[in-house]
């Protein structure tokens, strides 16, 4: 065989290449990553949550039984779900707070440790928190070792084996759902529960709301209360604006909500 | 409360106002050490590769120096990571699974494929050397030196022009490699898109400029320290060679940084209000005073007066060292100070009294050892390498010196 100087070198470079890329780099041309980059909403089965802030009235109820069921120790200050108290007084002023994640409740008119008179309230609400389990999940975007990942239903997830605890996860999800757990050392966060939705049961912390103001359904089944409320009630989601189409939906935000 | 139940975070960090339950800084001391070595890193080689590609004459007695000393950082470079990582044992996957969506599983590719490149140009910039030591020395250090020759005993006018080639192209190769390890680290950060402070398609930009000058002026500061402690002669035509560098980066790295402060004030978005607080007043001293003014403006004010001498040199290249650490403080403890809430701040507390293994992990000691180490890396290096020897005397000195001056003389 005739090699020139030119193709030997061609042909090397490009037996170089193919050998030095992983085979793990040809994870971006899977075909369902690329689909769902055109498609971002599917039909398929997809786990979505509803809180009805204007029935929350922040017992806490929610935080202690998630600490409780999913085994995040109790004392520690990080939590799966938090409702987060806001006060708008009447000169405009707003005080937001959330004691220990309300794993006690607010049971003092007390907002960040001040008292404040009832006559200067104009006016005041909770708004429970989880984590979103995003469409497109920054991250799970930026996960270096693929620990974290969204299963098929739509249900984001971490594999604790497999986190390194870099943190670059905690970082870029901008509801600061995640946190280290203080026993596996590894991020942690909400999972709607999957061990139990998954047996067709409720979230812990929808079980343990005593006003119905949490509720986890599929958001394609026309017979879930979820796709109810979604499709017929005005709902609003959490930080659009980053672009990671969260699905905890909201009855009765307002703008001072962060 | 035990310590084992405080949540990863709260022993450094102090929150106002509201922040998110889960908020702590998660990316401490550990993460402004990284980006800062391998910074430094990339500048070494930058200022290296200055005489091997674009032929500077006077950088040649630094030009090895730079070299070794660039590498014995890179050795380190990974170490901060590994002390941040809450799972270290775990990190291996990051070479069996990368997910390359994420900027972090890049890392192993690209820092093997740089470590590759200075290996072997420092490998070829000193083979004669080695040879010549593997020939002469008996025993331990002789088995060393023949280990190091790697087989290879040609020193022939031919093989040591091939050598010049190779070295001319790895040295080429090496600035788009150094520039991709540290962009790639801006990077990592610019892609943030919750902290508002480091969201900036500036960034990779941002911190390959102030890379290239804490590099040199690390360069600048330890050489002539090392050639005083040696009590051998420094060429000034060198020193100021370096600083030219230095004051074109520097003024590279002003703007980019300035045009991206700039921005955020002039689009003044949501999280403006608490990013302005940040920087007038809590960051105020940290930002404006040390890394603005002390860590570029004096310094390029300094370099830029007529008759620089070496005092002069020196005590610039310090503050620009000063300074860029500061601003990798600043950005990346900076940027995590900013509530996400907007609402409120949190404040790193390093934690110095090492009363539990989370404390000494977290504080100054496994830090400072970091920041040592390189500097013995490169007194060891330079027992077996002759890195600061087979320098200038006055004689190689004064004729470069005449050359710039020609230089000078034909341009007016």
């Known amino acids: ?258 | 409360m035990e310590a084992a139940e405080l949540a990863h975070g709260a022993l450094w960090t102090i929150r106002e106002g509201f922040t998110y339950p889960n908020e702590y800084i998660y990316w401490t001391i550990h993460i402004v050490v990284y980006p800062y070595i391998t910074g430094l890193v990339a500048g070494a080689f930058v200022l290296s590769s200055m005489y091997h590609v674009f032929g500077k004459e006077e950088l040649k007695p630094v030009a090895r120096f730079s070299l070794v000393f660039s590498f014995a950082l890179l050795l380190m470079a990974p170490s901060p990571l590994m002390l941040h990582l809450t799972q270290p044992l775990n990190s291996v996957e990051l070479m069996l699974t990368p997910h390359f969506y994420s900027a972090i599983a890049a890392f192993t590719i690209v820092y093997l494929s740089y470590m590759a490149v200075v290996l072997a140009e420092i490998w070829f910039v000193f083979r004669p050397f080695i040879i010549e030591q593997a020939k002469e020395k008996k025993g331990l250090l002789g088995l060393i030196y023949n280990a190091m020759t790697l087989g290879s005993f040609d020193v022939s006018e031919k093989a040591r022009h091939t050598d010049e080639k190779i070295i001319k192209i790895l040295a080429a190769v090496g600035i788009p490699a150094a520039a991709l390890l540290h962009g790639y680290v801006g990077f990592i950060f610019g892609s943030v898109k919750t902290v508002p402070l480091w969201k900036t398609p500036l960034m990779p930009f941002i911190f390959l400029m102030s890379a290239i000058i804490s590099g040199v002026a690390g360069c600048i500061v330890t050489y002539i320290l090392g050639m005083a402690l040696k009590r051998n002669f420094i060429c000034g035509a060198s020193i100021r060679s370096m600083c030219k560098v230095l004051v074109w980066f520097l003024v590279a790295a002003i703007v980019l940084e300035g045009v991206d402060l700039i921005f955020h004030g002039y689009t003044a978005e949501e999280s403006w209000g608490i990013m302005s607080e940040l920087l007038f007043q809590r960051f105020a001293f940290k930002m404006i005073v040390v890394q603005w003014l002390l860590g570029m403006i004096l310094p390029l004010f300094l370099l830029l007066l007529p008759r620089l001498t070496m005092f002069r040199a020196f005590t610039s290249a310090t503050l620009v060292l000063i300074g860029v650490f500061m601003m990798r403080w600043d950005v990346v403890i900076g940027g995590q100070s900013m509530s996400r809430s907007f609402a409120g701040f949190l404040t790193y507390k390093m934690p110095i009294i090492p009363n539990s293994i989370e404390a000494f992990r977290e504080g100054p000691f496994p830090i400072g050892f970091l920041m040592i180490m390189p500097f013995i890396l490169l007194f060891i290096f330079n027992r077996v390498l002759p890195v600061f020897t087979e320098v200038f005397n006055e004689d190689d000195c004064g004729f470069t010196e005449g050359l710039l001056t020609k230089k000078d003389h034909a341009k007016h």
């Open chain 1, 1 to 258: 065989m005739n090699l020139s100087r030119r193709k030997l070198l061609k042909m090397g470079l490009l037996a170089v290449c193919g050998t030095v890329i992983p085979l793990s780099a040809l994870e971006i041309f899977k075909p369902e990553a690329a689909a769902s980059l055109i498609h971002p909403y599917s039909e398929k089965k997809r786990w979505a949550f509803v809180v009805d802030t204007t029935k929350c009235v922040g017992c806490g109820m929610c935080v202690k039984a998630c600490k409780l069921e999913n085994e995040v120790p109790f004392d520690t200050d990080v939590q799966r779900t938090w409702v987060e108290r806001y006060v708008q007084l009447k000169n405009g002023e707003v005080i937001i707070d959330s004691p220990h994640g309300a794993r006690y409740g607010f049971t003092k008119n007390d907002p960040q440790g001040h008292d404040v008179d009832e006559a200067e309230v104009a006016k005041g609400l909770f708004v429970p928190k989880l984590c979103n389990h995003c469409e497109k999940p920054s991250c799970v975007q930026v996960c270096p070792v693929g620990a974290t990942y969204k299963t098929d239903d739509g249900v984001v997830l971490v594999d604790r084996k497999w986190c390194i605890g870099c943190g670059y996860c905690i970082t870029n999800c901008p509801y600061f759902a995640r946190f280290f757990h203080p026993i596996t050392n590894t991020a942690d966060k909400c999972t709607f529960c999957y061990h139990r939705i998954t047996k067709g049961l409720n979230t812990a912390c929808s079980d343990a709301c005593a006003f119905g103001v949490r509720k986890i359904g599929l958001i394609n089944d026309p017979s879930s209360e979820v796709f109810k409320i979604i499709n017929t009630e005005r709902v609003m989601v959490l930080k659009p604006e980053y672009g990671n189409e969260p699905h905890v939906f909201y009855i009765g935000l307002d703008d001072i909500v962060r």
